[in-house]
């Protein structure tokens, strides 16, 4: 991608506890996603979210990205709160007054 002659932002688009990165790399592991991350801890483990099933991602796992679509991942730093887009937590009910 070139805007106004700007350097590429990156080939590969990950979500990281909600955040977006951009990255050139074509495989990533979980060292790169907590980097990618600027997470200081890197004993931290690392999902990717693949269909609202999160998936645990090993030391010496390597994840290829694809440029057409977005990898999402979530750290255990994001476990404590999940909730949003992807995320069900059961039926609402109001309450009666």
């Given amino acids: 991608m070139e805007y106004a002659n700007r350097a590429s932002i990156g080939r590969h688009v990950v979500d990281i ?4 990165r951009a990255t050139d790399h ?3 592991s979980a060292a790169d996603i907590l980097e990618l991350g600027g997470f200081a801890a890197r004993d931290l483990q690392v999902f990717m979210d693949i269909y609202g099933e999160s998936w ?3 030391p010496t796992d390597r994840i290829a990205l ?3 679509t977005v990898a999402f991942f979530h750290t255990s730093a994001d ?3 999940r909730s949003g887009a992807g995320y ?5 009910f109001a309450r009666a007054a």
């Fill in 26 to 28: 074509a495989f990533v």
């Fill in 56 to 58: 645990p991602i090993g």
């Fill in 17 to 20: 506890d909600g955040a977006l």
């Fill in 79 to 81: 476990m404590r709160g």
């Fill in 66 to 68: 694809n440029e057409d």
């Fill in 88 to 92: 069900w937590d059961g039926p609402t």
